[in-house]
């Protein structure tokens, strides 16, 4: 249900635009996150998104460099990535939840049953 793309091999301090297409007509309606898992490590949170883009939040580890944003009408959400470091080469998933959940975006893994499978991202210092 959640295709995601990409990702690839980056030079420190380059840009990278992930996209992740969403096959449901339900879209519109839900809220949608990036999560990443680097080698070894668990996966954590990036970046949510309301389903009517009123509200973002960020990791802090990725404030200020990277940007969600979604496009309704093509049923797909973006992850800009400026700036890239080494640290955040790891294998990039969106993430969300049917039926969708109240109150503010979350953060964390439990609160997301629906996952794409994943586009690689590797930043090279």
């Known amino acids: 249900q959640l295709q995601a793309s990409g990702g690839g091999l980056v030079q420190a301090g380059g840009s990278l635009r992930l996209s992740c297409a969403a096959s449901?007509?339900?879209?519109?309606?839900?809220?949608m996150a990036w999560f990443r898992q680097g080698t070894g490590k668990e996966r954590e949170f990036v970046a949510a998104?309301?389903?009517?883009?009123?509200?973002?939040i960020y990791a802090d580890s990725v404030k200020g460099r990277f940007t969600i944003s979604r496009v309704n009408a093509k049923r797909t959400v973006y992850l800009q990535m400026n700036s890239l470091k080494a640290e955040d080469t790891a294998v990039y998933y969106c993430?969300?939840?049917?039926?969708?959940?109240?109150?503010?975006?979350?953060?964390?893994?439990?609160?997301?049953?629906?996952w794409g499978q994943g586009t690689e991202v590797t930043v090279s210092s």
């Open positions: 993430a969300t939840r049917l039926p969708r959940l109240v109150g503010a975006l979350k953060t964390e893994t439990t609160d997301y049953n629906i």
């Open positions: 449901e007509h339900t879209f519109v309606n839900i809220d």
């Open positions: 998104i309301r389903y009517n883009s009123l509200s973002t």
